[in-house]
């Protein structure tokens, strides 16, 4: 079993930029985040593929979102400009050591709170 350990949320005026990391302590092929905001469903952010880098991001953060990975720290980063408050969630790393299909692991979630 991964495990992984994200960090960097927390309060962010509207406007502004927040980057998260996610650490994993074993291979996977993929690495990811979904957020969840009160009373709405998981849904997804953004996804890398370690081998070749493919990137895919959801509509809602395209063009201001920048997910990334340092191989030799096998972390993941997510990076989103231009917060608003419709960003406010629970921000969850996810990872699987599958190229396509549900995600097995998942971290404890880190919380950003975007005030407007």
């Known amino acids: 079993q991964v495990q992984l350990v994200e960090s960097g949320g927390g309060l962010v005026q509207a406007g502004g930029s927040l980057r998260l990391s996610c650490a994993a302590s074993g291979r996977t092929f993929r690495m990811g985040w979904f957020r969840q905001a009160p009373g709405k469903e998981r849904e997804f952010v953004a996804a890398i593929w370690w081998s070749g880098g493919a990137i895919q991001y959801a509509d809602s953060v395209k063009g201001r979102s920048t997910i990334s990975k340092d191989n030799a720290k096998n972390t993941v980063y997510l990076q989103i400009n231009t917060l608003k408050p419709e960003d406010t969630a629970v921000y969850y790393c996810?990872?699987?050591?599958?190229?396509?299909?549900?995600?097995?692991?998942w971290g404890q979630g880190t919380q950003v709170t975007v005030s407007s």
């Open positions: 996810t990872g699987d050591p599958r190229a396509t299909g549900p995600w097995d692991y």
